[in-house]
């Protein structure tokens, strides 16, 4: 399984920017997408995450600014950004968690916790 990210930038506050990430592979399921973001000297911090059926979850610091959506059929999540803060700049990463994936040898497997290679959103005047 592996997750691409795409979509950071360098933006002005107020901005807006939209993150994608795809996880490919023989997927047959996944419970929960979402994103997390670290900022140098900081710990990785959950941002929002979307489970299978739609509930979301989110960071009081983003809520009311962000939505996540995701697209089940693709294995696709989206984070949509909106006024953003200098605070927002991090990278950001995607992750999976509690997925069931398929190997070559038809074998089901069972995993928790796959995370992408990180985009950079930064935000300045």
């Known amino acids: 399984v592996q997750l691409q990210a795409s979509g950071g930038g360098v933006v002005q506050p107020g901005e807006s920017l939209r993150l994608s990430c795809a996880a490919s592979?023989?997927?047959?399921?996944?419970?929960?997408m979402g994103w997390y973001r670290q900022a140098p000297g900081n710990q990785r911090q959950l941002v929002a995450t979307?489970?299978?059926?739609?509930?979301?979850n989110f960071a009081d610091s983003v809520k009311g600014r962000f939505t996540i959506s995701r697209d089940n059929a693709k294995n696709t999540v989206h984070l949509q950004m909106n006024s953003l803060k200098p605070e927002d700049t991090a990278v950001y990463y995607c992750?999976?968690?509690?997925?069931?994936?398929?190997?070559?040898?038809?074998?089901?497997?069972?995993?928790?916790?796959?995370w992408g290679q990180g985009t950079q959103v930064t935000v300045s005047s």
């Open positions: 992750n999976v968690d509690d997925i069931l994936y398929r190997l070559p040898t038809d074998e089901l497997v069972a995993a928790r916790g796959y």
């Open positions: 592979g023989n997927i047959i399921r996944i419970n929960t």
């Open positions: 979307i489970t299978r059926v739609g509930d979301t």
